[in-house]
């Protein structure tokens, strides 16, 4: 079980095949690495599993490789055509996954080495096309961690401002608490040579430029987003986990959020949020055994908003009415700004 999905494994992957499972999207969601949240978000498990199906079947559509086979109805795998009614159930391809070992407070990738296909990579890639205030990008400059040359910058941008190159960015996937890496770092640990690691870039910047042509048909703007990937049987690089939600991207309209970075904002300036930074502070790997503090519930009303964000954006980009008696989206993320901004 994830923070905000469960997998069921019907067929356990091996070394040369891969096996066969099913997500079930929940309605929890996680912010701030930190798992469950109090609160389920009705309808967001369907919301997210639909708009993930449509996405990996545009994918394939465009010649790239991924671990979908199917939304789940009456206990069969089907397409996004053939479903008669929502679902929340996505059966997939699996890949193997290896956990990297934790040794004296540092992971140990060395089993990486060598690895012939089957397997998930474990990082996530991460494309940006801003950088809005208070991102880590501008922490990790200020701190020596990256030069601008490692994200392809020239000079710092201003927060907010749109890159005329987008940044590729990279980190560690299966530890504790996700660490930002330098693409070397991240060849370093994979086992995977500097092609694949070209390959990575450009299968991250064609999802980006995707999205981002696909979001902009309902005037959304795709700030930022991530993917993961895998290798099957044969080493064919593949899309695997969920692409192109309001989970795995950060989307805006006019400059309010159209994803989860609502909860953020209502929590960020908590004191449950102070208190997990501090934790972080004292202990990467264990922050969340020694946070003293744990989150409040959210209000109903920006509950309820939520909810409607997920449901209102699968019905338009998918161009089906999934979720019935739903107002436009612009019209439910101006009534968020408004709560948001306590109007």
């Avoid at 040579?193 to 870039?201: A, M, P, Q, V």
């Amino acid at each position: 079980m994830g923070s905000v999905k469960d997998l069921k494994v019907l067929e356990n992957p091996t070394k040369d095949q891969e096996g066969i499972g099913r997500f079930t999207f929940s309605d929890r969601y996680s912010v701030f690495d930190w798992g469950e949240m109090p609160d389920l978000i009705p309808h967001k498990g369907e919301a997210i599993a639909i708009l993930g199906a449509y996405f990996f079947e545009k994918f394939e559509k465009m010649g790239f490789k991924t671990h979908y086979i199917g939304l789940v109805e009456d206990g069969e795998a089907k397409k996004l055509s053939e479903l008669k009614k929502p679902s929340n159930e996505m059966q997939i391809k699996l890949l193997r996954v290896l956990e990297p070992l934790l040794k004296d407070g540092n992971y140990d990738y060395s089993q990486y080495r060598d690895l012939k296909g089957n397997c998930l990579i474990p990082l996530e890639l991460i494309y940006r096309n801003y950088i809005p205030e208070g991102s880590s990008v501008f922490g990790r400059l200020q701190r020596g961690e990256i030069e601008l040359n490692d994200l392809g910058l020239d000079e710092i941008p201003a927060p907010n401002e749109k890159l005329e190159t987008p940044i590729l960015d990279v980190s560690t996937k299966l530890e504790i608490t996700d660490r930002y890496l330098k693409w070397d770092e991240a060849q370093a640990i994979s086992g995977l040579s500097s092609k694949e690691i070209k390959d990575l870039k450009n299968l991250l910047a064609v999802v980006n430029e995707a999205l981002t042509a696909e979001f902009s048909k309902i005037d959304m703007i795709n700030e930022d987003g991530k993917i993961e990937v895998g290798y099957n049987s044969p080493r064919d690089l593949i899309l695997v986990d969920v692409i192109g939600t309001l989970d795995e991207c950060r989307f805006t309209f006019k400059g309010l959020p159209v994803s989860k970075e609502i909860a953020r904002i209502h929590y960020r300036g908590s004191g449950w949020y102070e208190a997990t930074e501090q934790a972080k502070a004292k202990n990467r790997a264990e922050w969340k055994n020694i946070c003293a503090v744990n989150p409040d519930p959210l209000p109903t009303k920006l509950k309820s908003l939520i909810s409607q964000i997920y449901c209102a954006c699968t019905n338009e980009i998918t161009g089906q009415e999934w979720f019935e008696g739903l107002r436009p989206l612009k019209e439910i993320i101006t009534e968020i700004g408004r709560e948001l901004n306590g109007k």
